[in-house]
């Protein structure tokens, strides 16, 4: 139902641009959000974006990252700027906490080089 692309390798200071792929019905309907993940630890919400666009940052990303959608596509995307190698981390994308998860997928990678 979600597949998340675009990680990688890059070095502290760079950018990405990660984006999730949403097969679902009624996605313009959803609040989405983008998750990370790192070895031995819980999920968490980096941030959200609402149906029509309000977003929500995570502190240690606001000010780097960057959400959006569109929902034609059902496409929701996450612009990494000025990356920190706490940034690596496996990266999903899905509803926002509150709301019935779908499937997770398998995520991206990113990994930070200082």
């Known amino acids: 139902q979600l597949q998340a692309f675009g990680g990688g390798l890059v070095q502290a200071g760079g950018s990405l641009r990660l984006s999730c792929a949403a097969s679902v019905n009624f996605f313009s309907s959803f609040q989405m959000g983008w998750y990370r993940q790192t070895p031995g630890n819980q999920r968490e919400l980096v941030a959200t974006i609402g149906r029509f666009g309000t977003t929500t940052y995570a502190d240690s990303v606001k000010g780097r990252f960057a959400i959006s959608r569109d929902n034609g596509k059902k496409m929701v995307y996450l612009q990494m700027n000025s990356l920190k190698p706490e940034d690596t981390a496996v990266y999903y994308c899905?509803?926002?906490?509150?709301?019935?998860?779908?499937?997770w997928g398998q995520g991206t990678q990113i990994t930070v080089s200082s």
């Open positions: 899905n509803r926002e906490p509150s709301a019935p998860a779908l499937s």
